[in-house]
């Protein structure tokens, strides 16, 4: 069974950061493309990041590039995503979402029970 | 990028037949067949139901079906059953530097 457990997320000020990891389980992490995808209260889903099998290529939604990085240690079958410079409107419920190739598809096929992100002061 | 366009709120009674449009532009649903379905629960994960327009993922109800004309896409569910009632977002690959792009949602009522 495919299991995505987030953890890190919390209550952080303006201007603060915050490092998200993601444990997973039930599949073969090392051969699939990770992402995260947040989803604002009362909002829709956002795509946020994703990351390549043996992280030579990430990529990052306008809205964060500069602030945040993806990484992820196949040893540890483990997701990362470090969040800097974090504003109100990063505040969200972060998901660790396995996504299958071809990439440009948008196919995000196992999500994660999410973790709070609140930007506040 | 703005979010794909869904209406608000959609219902129907069990049984019956409803569908979800997701209407986007040539740069996005129009420009490739890569538009997928998720369904959400209060407090829940969303789970994928269709993706590359028309396919299902194993376990998913063949209830459940999607479709795509021009720019917009739609998602039909068939039989309407109370475990039918949740959120649905479309999502899209997109030209622009955003990747991809979710729908603006839609609740399922059923009545």
């Known amino acids: 069974e495919v299991q995505l457990v987030e953890s890190g997320g919390g209550l952080v000020q303006p201007g603060g950061s915050l490092r998200l990891s993601c444990a997973a389980s039930?599949?073969?992490?090392?051969?699939?493309?990770m992402s995260w995808v947040r989803q604002a209260p009362g909002k829709g889903p956002e795509w946020v990041a994703n990351?390549?099998?043996?992280?030579?290529?990430?990529h990052f939604v306008d809205a964060v590039k500069g602030r945040f990085t993806i990484s992820r240690d196949n040893a540890k079958n483990s997701l990362y995503l470090q969040m800097n410079s974090l504003r109100v409107e990063d505040t969200a419920v972060y998901y660790c979402?396995?996504?299958?190739?071809?990439?440009?598809?948008?196919?995000?096929?196992?999500w994660g029970q999410g973790t709070l992100v609140s930007v506040s002061s | 990028q703005s979010a794909l366009t869904q209406p608000a709120s959609v219902s129907g009674s069990p049984g019956q037949s409803i569908t979800i449009s997701c209407t986007g532009t040539?740069?996005?649903?129009?420009?490739?067949?890569?538009v997928s379905w998720y369904q959400q629960h209060p407090g829940k994960a969303p789970k994928l139901m269709i993706y590359?327009?028309?396919n299902r993922p194993s376990g998913v109800s063949n209830r459940f079906s999607g479709s795509k004309s021009g720019n917009t896409a739609s998602l039909t569910i068939s039989g309407l059953q109370a475990e039918d009632e949740a959120d649905y977002y479309c999502?899209?690959?997109?030209?622009?530097?955003?990747?991809?792009?979710f729908g603006t949602g839609t609740k399922v009522t059923v009545l």
């Open positions: 039930g599949f073969s992490f090392s051969s699939y493309w």
């Open positions: 990351i390549k099998q043996d992280g030579s290529e990430r």
């Open positions: 979402v396995r996504t299958p190739q071809p990439v440009v598809r948008g196919v995000f096929d196992y």
């Open positions: 040539s740069s996005d649903v129009g420009g490739y067949n890569y």
């Open positions: 590359d327009v028309t």
């Open positions: 999502n899209s690959y997109t030209s622009t530097s955003t990747n991809y792009v």
